[in-house]
């Protein structure tokens, strides 16, 4: 199995700032991914970090919304630009492992406020 | 499409029951896996059963998949009051190599 770590793990934000969430893998994977779930909902794909390239994203997110960094094969990065309190959900993220299983960090909890 | 979607939307049994849940999906798959995911917090990985497995076992665990009805189904046995959780089927295919999520089942265990 991996362990995927996640930072924040909790945060509330202003409105109309940025956060970016970290995500790290304890071992080199191809594929990592970016889910949002929000309140009482089920997991919606945001994009595929991609190793190299840029992100591949999702009907109904952007780029300029979401950036997404991935520099290395254990490592990603999502930012949420310009928060309302629509973007209040949990964030996660996960990586595809040996034998196409996938795994999900804890999620990083943000309150838009 | 790939998502998997779980029956029923939510099961309540007393401890010691068996719980089953179900899923079905419309596309060919590599694989199936499902998850489970407690009150706001991280899915874990439970089991993956492969497009030519039929049958999948994990300590109280027990996975089906029958490819030409495109269904599968969990059964937990002996069921425990930390069972209370959300469960999530994901059918896997290597053409889009990603996971499409379901509303899941939500499962309550009284003990």
């Known amino acids: 199995s991996a362990v995927i770590s996640q930072k924040p793990s909790r945060d509330i934000c202003q409105r109309g700032t940025s956060l970016t969430i970290q995500c790290q893998v304890d071992?080199?994977?191809?594929?990592m991914f970016w889910y949002r779930q929000q309140p009482g909902q089920s997991l919606t794909l945001i994009a595929t970090?991609?190793?190299?390239?840029?992100?591949?994203?999702e009907s109904g997110f952007v780029i300029d919304k979401f950036p997404i960094s991935r520099p290395n094969l254990t490592f990603s990065t999502l930012t949420v630009s310009n928060m309302s309190p629509e973007d209040s959900s949990i964030y996660l993220c996960?990586?595809?492992?040996?034998?196409?299983?996938?795994?999900f960090g804890e999620g990083s909890w943000l309150t838009v406020v | 499409s790939q998502q998997g979607e779980e029956d029923p939307q939510a099961l309540s049994i007393q401890e010691g029951e068996n719980a089953t849940m179900n899923c079905s999906y419309k596309?060919?798959?590599?694989?199936l896996q499902w998850y489970r995911q407690n009150s706001g917090r991280g899915l874990v990985h439970l089991i993956l059963?492969?497009?030519?497995?039929r049958e999948k076992h994990s300590g109280r665990l027990r996975v089906t998949l029958d490819t030409s009805k495109k269904s599968s189904s969990l059964l937990i046995t002996a069921s425990r009051a930390a069972d209370t959780a959300s469960y999530f089927c994901?059918?896997?295919?290597?053409?889009?190599?990603?996971?499409?999520f379901g509303q899941g089942t939500t499962l309550q265990v009284k003990p």
């Open positions: 596309t060919s798959i590599n694989n």
């Open positions: 970090a991609n190793q190299g390239s840029e992100a591949t994203y």
């Open positions: 994901a059918p896997f295919s290597s053409n889009t190599g990603k996971l499409i």
């Open positions: 071992s080199q994977v191809t594929m």
């Open positions: 059963i492969r497009s030519n497995e």
């Open positions: 996960s990586a595809e492992c040996s034998g196409n299983t996938i795994y």
